[in-house]
């Protein structure tokens, strides 16, 4: 059978694209040639990615202007808190109130696949090998190795005053820009043996300076942090508070007034509903049925300071209807069906039949 072929090679890749290892059920004489799964509850995951700066002011900041000749400094610490933005992810979770079982009699050969909360992945064939998506890469922290004590030297620290030692500092920053300067135009007394060395020698006086002024201008330190929140879309939502924000202190609680409100809103966009026959009469469903999920739909969407920061279009199994498929199209002796479910809202992906 060549789709059995192109199962097995697929099986491979999903195994390791999905984030859950899948498990293949078969009937046996042991369970009693009966299979159990269940059907998924679409949830969310969502995540917020917000940063905190730090500026921190250098203990001579009040001497950048006499011996650095520059304005721009920091003169007093502060931290402050920035929402950047956030990713809204679809994910799911087994319906314990949907639990189906499918019998077989002994010599029937069908299988299932499903994940490790026996959520039904696919029948007769391996699950579709999606990579399950994942949260962009938040943005890496700006943290300054900046080390002023290194960069302090013993004629500095013993000059006795707060102005000495500033005077002495700013010496010792126009001194490091004269060393490298005659290194880089070949003019130093004692060069160094070869381009490695010359790298090396020149990205210790470019950290010293940096340290040294620093002393002056201070620092700003840029750390990025991310809060998840898992809810259930179960219907429509208007402007429910997720969480809070403040500038001052970062993510807060719902209820800390100090921060001001992200607001979640969920509008049902379609509601799943049951397939009818030519007449326009609702199909009954087969005994036994194998079941699946026709999901609705919604747009998940959050707002921040009068602001959308995130929208999402979701197909929701919990606002659909349940249906079935007759189990004998599995065992079909000459062209059995296979079919893919969405691992999400437990409705069908793809169906078809085996070819020889």
């Known amino acids: 059978m060549k789709h059995t072929i192109l199962s097995a090679i697929i099986a491979t890749c999903a195994i390791t694209a999905m984030a859950q290892l899948p498990i293949q059920l078969q009937p046996e004489k042991f369970n009693d040639y009966a299979l159990n799964y269940y059907l998924p509850q679409t949830t969310t995951e969502i995540e917020f990615v917000a940063s905190k700066t730090t500026h921190k002011a250098g203990q001579y900041y009040k001497y950048a202007r006499k011996y650095l000749g520059t304005t721009d400094v920091i003169t007093e610490d502060s931290e402050s808190w920035q929402l950047e933005g956030a990713t809204i992810l679809v994910r799911s979770r087994a319906n314990t109130e949907q639990r189906y079982q499918l019998t077989f009699k002994a010599g029937q050969t069908p299988y299932i696949f499903v994940n490790e909360e026996h959520i039904i992945l696919s029948a ?62 070949g003019e130093a007394d004692n060069m160094p043996a070869d381009g490695e060395s010359m790298k090396i020698i020149i990205e210790q006086l470019d950290r010293q300076e940096k340290a040294l002024t620093a002393m002056f201008t201070g620092y700003t330190t840029v750390e990025y942090t991310t809060k998840r929140i898992k809810y259930t879309p ?54 036994g049925a194998l079941a699946y999920n026709i999901p609705g739909k919604a747009v998940m969407s959050l707002r921040y300071d009068n602001k959308t920061i995130a929208r999402k279009e979701l197909s929701v199994a919990q606002l659909g209807v349940v249906f079935g498929l007759d189990p004998a199209l599995l065992t079909h002796k000459k062209e059995p069906t296979y079919i893919i479910f969405n691992p999400h809202t437990g409705g069908i992906m793809q169906i078809g039949t085996i070819s020889e």
């Open 124 to 185: 007769n064939t391996a699950p579709d090998p999606f990579a399950i998506d994942t949260f962009p890469a938040t943005a890496p922290n700006i943290v300054n190795d900046i080390d002023m004590t290194q960069a302090l030297s013993e004629e500095i620290l013993m000059s006795g005053s707060v102005a000495k030692m500033a005077e002495m500092a700013a010496k010792q920053i126009y001194r490091i820009r004269e060393s490298r300067m005659d290194i880089l135009t």
């Open 234 to 287: 179960t219907d429509d939502v208007e402007n429910q508070i997720l969480l809070r924000f403040s500038k001052h202190q970062g993510f807060v609680a719902p209820d800390n007034l100090s921060g001001n409100p992200i607001y979640l809103s969920v509008a049902v966009t379609e509601r799943g509903e049951y397939p009818l026959d030519n007449k326009g009469i609702v199909k009954k469903v087969p005994k």
